[in-house]
């Protein structure tokens, strides 16, 4: 496949972002409200609304709890809800529901923001050749997630993500890597289109004390 192509394709993926209301007209800070309204979904599927309720009230989001968000909210929100997750259940339970959160977000953007077709067409593509495109659109959509945080990408060979900045790691001092969230999401998307053998692991963390969040894509 030739890089105009590759280019078009990449190009079609999220097509729909200019669509994303922003919360102001500099997105840094913000993040898309998937962050909020997945971690709501996962811990009512594993523990139920009261323990959600209680998990939303004690980072001061309980008012999501009853109208979702539909436009970009505070990055802030967003790191105080990951350490009362972690402050409320524990590390491991928290871990298990950021990354679940983070699977349903990749759900969402597989049925709602990237186009079948386009999908269909990298299933079919060399598995590396599709991790180019796909890993490319991600960068240009990055505002959507990575708040007034910086992404990037290498392939060293294999492909290395690296957020730093990272919205989660905000509030966050552990001794485990804790953006569970963002791996569940690459690891989803990446899935679809490599395979259900792809496998995306953050191997460094700035809740760790890191100068960046490193994320390892394997397949």
């Known amino acids: 496949m030739n890089n105009a192509r590759s280019d078009r394709l990449s190009g079609q993926l999220f097509p729909r972002r200019a669509r994303i209301t922003r919360a102001s007209d500099d997105a840094s800070g913000v993040?898309?409200?998937?962050?909020?309204?997945?971690?709501?979904?996962?811990?009512?599927?594993?523990?139920?609304?009261?323990?959600?309720?209680?998990?939303?009230?004690?980072?001061?989001?309980?008012?999501y709890l009853d109208v979702p968000p539909t436009r970009m909210v505070d990055q802030q929100e967003v790191a105080r809800l990951h350490l009362v997750l972690i402050e409320t259940l524990g590390a491991a339970k928290a871990s298990y529901i950021s990354r679940e959160a983070g699977r349903l977000t990749g759900e969402y953007l597989l049925a709602k923001r990237i186009p079948r077709p386009v999908q269909k067409i990298l299933r079919r593509l060399p598995r590396r050749l599709a991790a180019h495109i796909l890993v490319r659109?991600?960068?240009?959509?990055?505002?959507?997630?990575?708040?007034?945080?910086?992404?990037?990408?290498?392939?060293?060979?294999?492909?290395?993500?690296?957020?730093?900045?990272?919205?989660?790691?905000?509030?966050?001092?552990?001794?485990?890597?804790?953006?569970?969230?963002?791996?569940?999401?690459?690891?989803?998307?990446?899935?679809?289109?490599?395979?259900?053998?792809?496998?995306?692991?953050?191997?460094?963390?700035?809740?760790?004390?890191?100068?960046?969040?490193?994320?390892?894509?394997?397949?």
């Open 137 to 219: 659109a991600i960068a240009r959509n990055a505002w959507t997630f990575s708040g007034s945080g910086r992404f990037s990408f290498s392939f060293r060979p294999g492909l290395r993500l690296a957020l730093i900045g990272s919205p989660i790691c905000r509030l966050l001092q552990t001794k485990e890597p804790a953006c569970h969230y963002f791996a569940g999401t690459f690891e989803r998307v990446f899935r679809e289109m490599l395979g259900p053998s792809t496998r995306v692991s953050e191997i460094e963390c700035e809740a760790t004390g890191a100068s960046a969040c490193l994320f390892d894509v394997a397949w």
């Open 31 to 63: 993040v898309g409200p998937n962050a909020i309204t997945r971690i709501a979904e996962a811990l009512m599927a594993k523990d139920g609304a009261e323990v959600c309720r209680s998990v939303f009230t004690a980072a001061k989001v309980e008012r």
